[in-house]
């Protein structure tokens, strides 16, 4: 059992969100199927960023 977390910080951009994607379908696309990946994003208001939540867990 191995469980991964990370958190990326990014400037709220369609740019950003979509290289956010990619990362992430990249990193799951070279895991085992066992792997589990769960992409949550929330806004945080006022502060005008992205926080992007990766987590990877067997």
């Known amino acids: 059992m191995a469980e991964i977390s990370m958190t990326i ?3 709220r951009h369609t740019d950003y969100l979509f290289w956010i994607n990619r990362w992430a379908v ?3 696309d070279q895991l085992t199927e ?3 990946c769960t992409l949550s994003a929330e806004s945080v208001k ?3 960023v992205q926080i992007a939540r990766l ?3 067997s």
């Open 9 to 11: 910080l990014s400037i």
């Open 26 to 28: 990249g990193w799951a």
């Open 34 to 36: 066992s792997i589990h």
């Open 46 to 48: 006022g502060v005008g």
């Open 55 to 57: 987590k990877f867990s």
